[in-house]
């Protein structure tokens, strides 16, 4: 059993920055995959970005891929998601999951095997 609370969202402008934290708890927490989910109103959850369990092997989503940047301390059992150069859509709520699956398992329709409640992140125009 995995218990995931995230923290860190909030309201930011155009082009500002956010970063995103989820605590884990439970002793299986460096033995899960690390993503990141988001779902914004009247829209299908989307996938944002996965990290390994030694965080060694990263996936993320074609429309964050170099703004965003995950890290991971299983020795805190935390992961972070460092937001930078937000736009307006990546307004949603932001989930941080665990799973058993290697990052390159991560999509839209996997969505790990532990959720959060999440945390929301509105950017501004």
């Known amino acids: 059993q995995v218990q995931l609370v995230e923290s860190g969202g909030g309201l930011v402008q155009t082009g500002g920055s956010l970063r995103l934290s989820c605590a884990g708890s439970?002793?299986?927490?460096?033995?899960?995959?690390m993503g990141w989910f988001r779902q914004a109103p009247g829209k299908e959850r989307e996938f944002v970005v996965a990290?390994?369990?030694?965080?060694?092997?990263?996936r993320y989503a074609d429309s964050v891929r170099g703004r965003f940047t995950i890290s991971r301390d299983n020795v805190k059992n935390t992961v972070h998601l460092q937001m930078n150069s937000l736009k307006p859509e990546d307004t949603a709520i932001y989930y941080c999951?665990?799973?058993?699956?290697?990052?390159?398992?991560?999509?839209?329709?996997?969505?790990?095997?532990?959720r959060g409640r999440g945390t929301q992140v509105t950017v501004s125009s």
């Open positions: 999951t665990a799973g058993l699956r290697l990052p390159i398992g991560w999509s839209d329709s996997y969505g790990g095997d532990y």
């Open positions: 439970g002793r299986t927490f460096s033995d899960r995959t």
């Open positions: 990290i390994s369990r030694d965080g060694g092997d990263t």
